[in-house]
């Protein structure tokens, strides 16, 4: 079962709103509470659901409604039926009146109603779906209610994908100083999009999330390890795959910032499909979903296409060196465990092989310093190497949401020479000092050249 419904643009939420209050025994409090509520800015009309108080809540109420008839409504219960059903009851009735927003609140003024506007404003904005406010200075905010609306829905269903709602790459900063304020600050949601989805019972087979693009073609495959029985998260960061990581341990090209893996190259705002799949997909799901750019910046479609591509070129260039240094560590391992058993078995022309080991391993060395800092890769004491400047040129690229700029494509236009180079001077070695020293070796086992995946 696969969704296409878009989910709903939150940005929208600008009607009309109302409190529903439950009162019991409330006849002291419910006047003021009104008053206050119906002269705060936001305009709010009150819903009151009372239940059969016997110090005359409801006619206080009543006669308040005389005042405000448009604005407040009386309902009344024939008896004491418990605070939650009063919820209920008021949340119908305001469904029904065609109130987009609903809040909530006790009548015997815990709550302080001055709070209610501030509440509001995150769904006004369309950042929240939900917003719940605590008795102390804290807010409490749900980006997503899409799970808790159609869990019904889903509960009848062995895999269901809930609308994912519009995600935006957001262009964010950060510094280390004047943190101020930010240490008291709430966990925010993940950056990118936030895929929900309900299983009815715990997968035996592995979990996935593929994202496909308009045209089918898949962008990014993410692994959902910790899936259970009930609603499960899997979010995404808008990005292509990374760089192909490094198979023999040491630095790794990609740039992914100072506490980040290698970043992938971001994606073109347009309609994107997240299926999930359990198993080989013999169950699956999924929903349509947009992606849009940083509404606080002007970019074109052009330019975020420029954006993407420059990105991508460099998480190439960044899997094409990090091939390149497992190679060149592969082969030196060989030659340093072959050296041993040259020096072991007794080769007749021991010097001569010697002397070929040694001419391998100096220019692999010297291939590798052009690759990566050499050790004791002292960071910024040691001038950066194509590693880390492939990594800085990633890091600054993808990371900030503009058009490339000429500096900055002619940088990669210099890597892009300088990799195919030292591509052509480890092929050199491979094809001159390594396949001598094979032809050399006798009984000892030959050097295995590792295999390099074409990188376009």
Known sequence: MTSDTMATDRSRRSGPAVVVIPTYNEAANVGNVLDRVLNLPAGLSAIIVDDASPDGTASVVKAIAEKYPERVSLIQRPAKSGLGTAYLTGFQAALQAGFELICEMDADLSHNPED????????????ADLVVGTHGRGAWILDDLAAVQQLAQAMQEDLFVFPVEEATHWQSWNSDASAGQRTYMGENPEDGASINFFLAAKPVAAVKVRITDVSGELVRELQVSDAEAGVNRAGWDLRHTGPTPRQAGGQTGGGGGRFRGGMGAPVVPGNYTATVLVGDGDLQDGTTFQVRGDPRIELSTAGYQAWHDASQSLVDLSSQANQMMDQVAKLQDQLRNL?????????ENRAAVGAQLD??????????????????RMGYRQYPRLNEEVGSLLRSVA????LPTEAQMTVL????????????ELDGIVAGAIRDLNGMLGDLPAVVVPRRELIP
Do not use: W, Y
């Not at 209610?116 to 950042?127: A, C, F």
């Not at 050296?339 to 080769?347: F, I, L, N, S, W």
């Not at 990371?399 to 503009?402: E, H, V």
């Not at 020479?417 to 052509?424: D, F, I, K, M, V």
């Open 339 to 347: 050296k041993e058993q040259v020096r072991d078995a007794g080769v």
């Open 359 to 376: 001419s391998a391993m100096a220019q692999l060395e010297e291939l590798d310093n052009k690759l990566q800092r050499p050790p004791p």
């Open 413 to 424: 236009s210099e890597l892009r020479s300088e990799a195919a180079a030292l591509s052509r």
């Open 116 to 127: 209610l506007p501030r509440l509001m404003v995150p769904i006004r904005n369309g950042e």
């Open 399 to 402: 990371g900030t949401q503009a």
